[in-house]
């Protein structure tokens, strides 16, 4: 791993993220597979950073399954909310380097303890697309209003 000074937006040369902190697509499958929305990549993948200056994610959801792999720094903590509307927080760091997250579930990401940075590739199947993915918006929230507390730093205000 690399020390908390090491500049991964330029070194991977990342752009901003419209869910907060900074990603780059890395790969596209060539193949694909049909969806209920048209016809999606097998597979994609990206990376994505948190650091002191976007330290958190906005609370999102996508229709495909997500697979976190913890590259650098840390830790960072995952908020998830199952379609049953339960919470769970994890946290990657330490021995904790994957976490996966199903499809349909709420996502919100943001820094531990301190950290500078956590550096995050994301595997996506069948592969990402802009069609299958929804911000939180306060609506999101009246329908899960035991959870509006736990939730509402993840919303764009």
């Known amino acids: 791993m690399q020390d908390s000074t090491y500049d991964w937006r330029s070194e991977l040369e990342l752009e901003p993220h419209g869910e907060g902190g900074y990603f780059r697509r890395i790969y596209t499958s060539s193949h694909a597979t049909p969806g209920p929305r048209g016809e999606r990549p097998l597979a994609s993948s990206i990376y994505y950073l948190l650091d002191e200056s976007q330290p958190a994610g906005l609370l999102h959801r996508n229709?495909?399954?997500?697979?976190?792999?913890?590259?650098?720094?840390?830790?960072?903590?995952?908020?998830?909310?199952?379609?049953?509307?339960?919470?769970?927080?994890?946290?990657?760091?330490?021995?904790?380097?994957?976490?996966?997250?199903?499809?349909g579930w709420w996502k919100a990401s943001r820094l531990l303890g301190g950290a500078r940075h956590a550096l995050v590739a994301e595997v996506v199947t069948p592969g990402f697309d802009y069609a299958d993915h929804e911000y939180a918006t306060p609506a999101v929230l009246a329908e899960l209003p035991h959870l509006a507390e736990a939730l509402k730093p993840f919303l764009r205000t």
């Open 63 to 103: 229709r495909s399954d997500i697979l976190h792999f913890l590259l650098d720094g840390g830790p960072v903590e995952y908020v998830t909310v199952d379609p049953e509307g339960g919470l769970t927080r994890s946290r990657l760091g330490g021995a904790a380097l994957f976490l996966p997250v199903p499809g």
